[in-house]
């Protein structure tokens, strides 16, 4: 489960700017910065599908509105390019003093844009992503076109823009002039992944071929079939954040995701102990197990917060890890044509007397059903029946089965 935090910092010139910080449910793998498209927010719905699935993935990523949009302070007449991307070093500076400074930003449509000019700006940043972005700021012009000469002439014009109005002076067009992305591209010597449609009406595939070819560092270009601008369909934000999270590993440094942050390392534990420590009322723990560490929990229809499986799942997939491991060893080692093994797993309790199977004349017996999935045209059945009779000699098979002994001190 996911976390959502409401954020403010100061820009600049000290005006508040509205944001949201997603976290993943343990020790976020890295931090980003997202930048929202021209005249947009923070709460645009491809901007929160991204970062929400992000956070997902065990990225933190703090999206914001630019001065005078959304919930921020400011005038957006007095805004232009130069300060959007001011805006952008802002965020990253406010998440180094009071979280971990950016190692990702991501930017769509002109927020993409700024994210390649603030690129160099934030020495933390390994790599950077856009997502229908222009190859030069001045792109946005056409949307102020039919309004030139007034601003030109009277110093400002109100402009309408996706169904609402704006103030654009003439700076903002003076300040566009000034930019040149191609020489910020041809400096920038981090990982850059160009996301862009084929189809996107607003800005052209051209624009993501000219970013592509100006970009000296490491490279990566993906197209969104038929997506939108806006990426209005769930399907394409989603695709975004999957592949986006799955490229930038390459280039941020990997740390497990551990139940909450702030929580100490804790002894060095010897192979085959397991530690679970709570972090975090009313069922939320960490679990360690060598070097690797998971969280437990109970679900929210039990009053726990499921930010991880419950200590039932966690039984059921030690059972179930076991099963398919074991058929693995003894199908290799037969030289049988076993192509996958897939279990599926459910716990139940069942009143004594309707099982007569078991021991138990009264109470509850617990029960544990598994459905093993085994793939492979080739195996016969006399293959598959013994496969079957391996899967209930697996070690964690056994071990719920025979006696038992658990000895517990309070320490």
């Known amino acids: 489960m996911t976390e959502n935090q409401k954020l403010v910092f100061e820009n600049g010139r000290g005006e508040q700017l509205a944001a949201r910080l997603d976290l993943p449910s343990g020790t976020p793998t890295g931090w980003a910065v997202f930048a929202h498209c021209f005249t947009c927010s923070k709460d645009i719905p491809a901007a929160g599908r991204i970062s929400r699935r992000l956070a997902e993935e065990g990225l933190a990523v703090l999206r914001f509105d630019f001065t005078g949009l959304g919930s921020s302070e400011g005038d957006f007449a007095n805004t232009n390019f130069s300060s959007n991307v001011a805006d952008l070093v802002a965020a990253a500076a406010h998440l180094r003093d ?27 940043v390994r790599a950077v992503c856009t997502i229908a972005a222009p190859s030069e700021p001045d792109h946005v012009r056409h949307l102020v076109s039919g309004n030139v000469d007034e601003i030109e002439a009277s110093g400002v014009a109100t402009v309408g823009i996706a169904g609402r109005e704006f103030r654009i002076q003439k700076q903002f067009l003076e300040d566009l002039d000034a930019q040149n992305l191609g020489e910020e591209l041809g400096a920038l010597r981090k990982a850059l992944l160009v996301f862009h449609s084929p189809t996107d009406e607003v800005i052209g595939i051209d624009h993501a071929r000219r970013i592509y070819e100006a970009a000296r560092g490491a490279r990566s270009f993906v197209t969104l079939e038929n997506a939108d ?11 975004v954040a999957e592949v986006l999270a799955a490229w930038v590993s390459r280039y941020i440094e990997e740390r497990p995701v551990t139940a909450a942050s702030g929580a100490d390392a804790g002894p060095t534990l010897a192979h085959g102990e397991v530690l679970v420590s709570e972090v975090e009322r009313p069922f939320t723990n960490r679990v360690r197990a060598g070097r690797h560490e998971l ?7 039990v009053g726990g917060k499921d930010a991880g499986p419950s200590p039932y799942d966690y039984l059921l997939a ?13 199908a290799d080692r037969k030289k049988w044509p076993l192509e996958g093994v897939s279990v599926t797993l459910r716990h139940s309790r069942i009143h004594a007397e309707d099982c007569k199977e078991c021991e138990s004349e009264t109470g509850y017996v617990d029960r544990l059903e598994r459905d093993i999935h085994v793939a492979g045209d080739a195996l016969d059945d006399e293959q598959r029946a013994r496969l079957l009779e391996i899967a209930n000699k697996c070690p964690v098979h056994r071990t719920l089965l025979n006696e038992k002994q658990i000895p517990t001190r309070l320490v």
């Open 229 to 239: 601008h806006l990426l209005t369909d769930p399907r394409d934000a989603r695709y």
């Open 98 to 124: 009071n979280f971990e400074a950016p190692s990702l930003l991501i930017g769509h449509s002109l927020g993409g844009a700024a994210v390649l000019a603030a690129a160099r700006r934030i020495d933390e």
């Open 318 to 330: 030690g059972l179930g890890a076991c099963t398919s491991m074991t058929l693995r060893m003894y």
């Open 295 to 301: 969280v437990a929990d109970e679900p929210t229809s």
